[in-house]
């Protein structure tokens, strides 16, 4: 059922005051075995369909009030897309002229929407140092020197982009989790969000957890641990990390940096549209991917964790949303198996899920791990996984006091397993057994259907699989 409260009530005077107030949305199925609550703020809900459309309008008025851009100037601006949108959409409505410098690595999509808002783009070389006259930031720069009533937006030093984050993006978040939110997930381009909607929120709760995500291969992350400026690696995820430290990105609100590669990335963007049907970029999938790890860790269910849904995917549809780019680049394995398929190459000839209900006894689990000789057992209630027991630790529990053997498995199970859908490729399942997870619950169909042990990895791993 679409949305039942009228929205949009009041007419608007222009694009900028369709910016902001973008959803946060429960995500559902990527958290499946989670029990730590997971959103996401829609930034692609934004009319350019990014979180760069509060910087955009903001930057341009900026240089008006202080009399840098006049009638008949021209906006120009180093951007990886995005932010160029949102520049073009405030020059269109303003009448202004537009000249973007954008590294070659963006994808061709974000190319001819800057030039469908009538803007010139310059294509620079992605591989040169931060230093080089090539670089996309110093060729604007140069560009803005020789170019009569040029105006640089700036979005790396002018600190109006983090203060919109501080003004609008914080605000809202806090009001839409009612204050409940307890952690708050973002990557740097700029640092603006991040550091913008990171101050409004420590202002409000010193305990909201602000965490950045960084692609492998940016020096944020690492400069952020170590405080050495350290040399950037070239990686494809677009409109996150950077290789230098821009001003607009303020670390003193940040309280960890995770990194992420571009393969867990990217994968996770597809699922995101797979499973929750929402069209994100890959900085979405890199930062989500993020906040599920750290939300499995939580594992509690009073949290509320938000990730940044930064932009929009169509701008990827020659990348990440092509399997053969993907594959090219090495991001999905040639003849990729799913789950279904890995659950399918068991050899075993189990009922499908052998599970024990919370109130089942000690003594009765025992008895049906070694029944059915396995080494796994799921307790599940309502047909949601509540536990695990295994039996390596069933057992110490039983030798240190036998008396357990009474007592109902709810006393002495462990976490729960997590989910995955058995239509998720099975490096997620892999890289959640490797990380330390005794087995995997298979979904299908909305039901639990499977159970994939590290035991089962190994087999299908060994058969070639
Ligand atoms: C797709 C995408 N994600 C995230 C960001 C990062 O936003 P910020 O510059 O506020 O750090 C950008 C910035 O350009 C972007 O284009």
């Not at 399997?323 to 680049?329: A, I, K, P």
């Not at 057992?395 to 008396?403: G, I, Q, R, S, T």
Request: proline share 6%; glycine share 10%.
């Amino acid at each position: 059922m679409a949305a039942s409260e009228p929205r949009n009530l009041t007419p608007y005077q222009h694009v900028n005051e369709l910016v902001g107030w973008t959803p946060l949305i429960r995500l559902n199925r990527v958290t499946d075995g989670i029990r730590t609550p997971v959103y996401g703020k829609a930034e692609f809900m934004n009319p350019g369909g990014s979180v760069k459309d509060r910087i955009g309008w903001a930057m341009v008025e900026a240089a008006e009030a202080e009399g840098r851009l006049r009638p008949g100037g021209v906006i120009v601006e180093a951007t990886s897309g995005n932010t160029g949108l949102a520049l073009a959409m405030a020059a269109s409505a303003k009448g202004y002229r537009c000249i973007f410098t954008m590294p070659d690595k963006m994808s061709l999509e974000k190319v001819k929407l800057l030039r469908a808002f009538g803007a010139d783009v310059v294509i620079t070389p992605t591989a040169v140092a931060p230093d080089h006259p090539d670089h996309y930031l110093n060729r604007a720069k140069a560009i803005a020197a020789s170019t009569e009533g040029a105006v640089m937006a700036n979005q790396f030093y002018n600190q109006t982009n983090p203060e919109a984050h501080y003004q609008t993006t914080g605000p809202e978040l806090w009001a839409q989790s009612g204050g409940r939110i307890t952690h708050f997930f973002a990557g740097a381009g700029t640092g603006g969000t991040i550091s913008g909607a990171g101050r409004y929120l420590k202002e409000q709760n010193p305990e909201v957890q602000v965490i950045g995500v960084d692609p492998v291969g940016s020096i944020i992350a690492p400069f952020f641990h170590s405080g050495e400026l350290g040399e950037g690696q070239p990686y494809k995820v677009e409109g996150l990390g950077n290789d230098k430290i821009p001003d607009t990105l303020h670390l003193d609100v940040v309280d960890d940096y995770v990194t992420v590669s571009d393969g867990d990335a990217f994968r996770m963007a597809r699922r995101i549209v797979a499973e929750e049907g929402l069209f994100v970029g890959g900085s979405s999938g890199l930062i989500v991917h993020a906040a599920l790890e750290r939300a499995r860790e939580i594992d509690d269910p009073q949290a509320f964790v938000v990730a940044v849904l930064c932009d929009w995917g169509e701008h990827y549809l020659s990348k990440q949303f092509d399997d053969e780019w993907m594959r090219t680049n090495g991001f999905l394995k040639p003849d990729q198996t799913t789950v279904a398929e890995m659950l399918a190459a068991k050899v075993d000839s189990l009922p499908e899920l052998i599970s024990v209900p919370p109130s089942t006894t000690v003594r009765v689990a025992v008895s049906t791990l070694s029944a059915n000789h396995v080494s796994q057992l799921p307790v599940l209630s309502g047909g949601e996984c509540v536990g695990s027991l295994g039996e390596r630790e069933l057992m110490v529990a039983v030798l240190e006091d036998p008396a357990v053997l009474d007592e109902p498995v709810e006393t002495v199970m462990e976490a729960p397993y997590p989910v995955v859908d058995q239509a998720a490729d099975s490096e997620e399942a892999t890289r959640l057994l490797l990380r330390g997870a005794p087995a995997l619950l298979v979904r299908s169909e909305g039901m639990l259907k499977g159970i994939l042990t590290r035991h089962d990895l190994v087999r299908s791993l060994a058969a070639g699989r």
